[in-house]
């Protein structure tokens, strides 16, 4: 097992990882140039030479919960192998999201005025994950969607104010 000491000189031979002194003595090292939210690639190492390797995104690599590799027995190589291949892991983009195929909803607003025959108001209003039609304090309706919404209002021959 390599102590703290050596552990330490390795984990520093990698100008890329940003070293942060935590609590009880122990050092986390983060790579500040990662495509990912996650930073932490060496998470605290201890003085009695224990400490964790992030390998979430390392494939073939076995992690715990939350993607890390305890690190207590690694000899010089093995602990080098893993840093470089975690540091690759961070600096590689995730992939996009692909954009649903629905046709995107533009975002309504949360309340709207509507004029209608005789210059009746109605007021549109979404809460709650619906949209209410109010004429003043009375409720009229409610829709599922502003569409629906907004199709009705159309078609009972009202316009936006």
């Known amino acids: 097992m390599l102590s703290f ?3 330490l000189a390795i984990i520093e031979g990698f100008p890329e990882l940003e ?3 935590v609590s ?3 050092t986390n090292f983060h790579y500040e140039e990662s495509a990912h939210e996650k930073k932490s690639v060496v998470h605290h190492l201890h003085p009695n030479g224990n400490g964790y390797v992030f390998a979430g995104l390392v494939k ?3 992690t ?3 993607g890390l590799v305890n690190i207590r027995d690694f000899n010089e190589e093995e602990l080098r192998s893993l840093i470089e291949k975690s540091i690759r892991s961070l600096s590689i983009a995730p992939p996009e999201k692909p954009e649903s195929k629905k046709k ?4 309504a ?3 709207e005025r509507w004029i209608g025959p005789d210059n009746a108001v109605l007021t549109l209003l979404f809460e709650e994950d619906l949209w209410y039609l109010y004429a003043d304090l009375n409720l009229e ?3 599922e969607t502003y569409e629906e919404a907004e199709q009705y209002l159309e078609e009972e021959q009202f316009s936006r104010a």
């Open 5 to 7: 000491e050596q552990k």
């Open 19 to 21: 070293r942060k002194d």
């Open 24 to 26: 009880l003595g122990r």
């Open 60 to 62: 073939g690599v076995a």
């Open 64 to 66: 715990d919960d939350k």
């Open 104 to 107: 995107k909803k533009q975002k």
């Open 109 to 111: 607003p949360q309340e």
């Open 141 to 143: 309706s409610a829709f």
